[in-house]
């Protein structure tokens, strides 16, 4: 299937830092997604974004679809404890088809008090 | 509402036996979408349901087989265990395959099979 390319793969950073990861791909999407995933949980939606240049926050996230539909990136400001989870990033692939999304393998966040 | 339920959640089987994963949405979606996750891989795509009475093979079909039972239920069964099978499956649904693409995940099913 089609890549994402997420990284870092993992981040080890302390209370109060901002974050920033991102996803690439050689492939052109026509939607990007980030979610959160909890330990023993179901990813959960974070930001939704549909067109080439959006930038959408929501609370500390911002996120953007890049201007030439092959990345995006995800930040959060000000990290604090409740952010440790797994990060993914899913796009649609222009001209895809039902079967939806394609998934990056995930940012590790880690947050040390 | 529940969202997207997942039963059971934990369930240990022997190589070799069969058994099937339930899953629900009580979100009025169309699509419904089957996927293991293992660690280091992401998310996979088992199976998915672009709307009811139909079914299509995602990235990792083998072994596997699904129903739509309804609108509202999408099950995956497995007829022979193997413990290459071991993994966190997750159900999710959507609105509809062709519009907004945002995906609604379940609480997942921890599955080993020894």
């Known amino acids: 299937g089609q890549q994402l390319n997420q990284s870092p793969q993992s981040m080890f950073i302390q209370e109060g830092e901002d974050v920033s990861m991102n996803c690439t791909s050689s492939s052109i999407f026509n939607t990007w997604l980030w979610y959160k995933q909890d330990p023993g949980e179901g990813p959960v939606l974070l930001i939704a974004l549909y067109k080439a240049g959006e930038l959408t926050s929501n609370g500390r996230l911002t996120a953007q679809f890049g201007i030439t539909r092959k990345d995006s990136f995800l930040n959060i400001s000000a990290s604090i404890p409740s952010d440790v989870g797994i990060y993914f990033c899913a796009g649609q692939l222009a001209g895809g088809g039902a079967d939806g999304l394609t998934f990056g393998k995930g940012t590790h966040l880690i947050i040390q008090p | 509402n529940a969202g997207v339920t997942q039963t059971p959640k934990f369930q240990v089987l022997k190589t070799g036996q069969s058994m099937t994963l339930q899953c629900a949405q009580d979100?009025?979606?169309?699509?419904m979408y089957w996927y293991r996750q293992d660690p280091g891989m992401g998310l996979r795509l088992i199976y998915y349901s672009a709307s009811e009475g139909t079914t299509d093979k995602g990235e990792v079909p083998n072994g596997y087989n699904v129903s739509r039972l309804n609108k509202r239920e999408f099950s995956l069964r497995l007829e022979s265990a193997a413990p290459s099978q071991t993994s966190v499956y997750f159900c999710?649904?959507?609105?509809?395959?062709?519009?907004?693409?945002?995906?609604?995940f379940g609480p997942g099913t921890r599955l080993t099979v020894l």
């Open positions: 979100m009025n979606h169309n699509s």
């Open positions: 999710a649904s959507s609105v509809l395959a062709g519009g907004p693409h945002e995906q609604f």
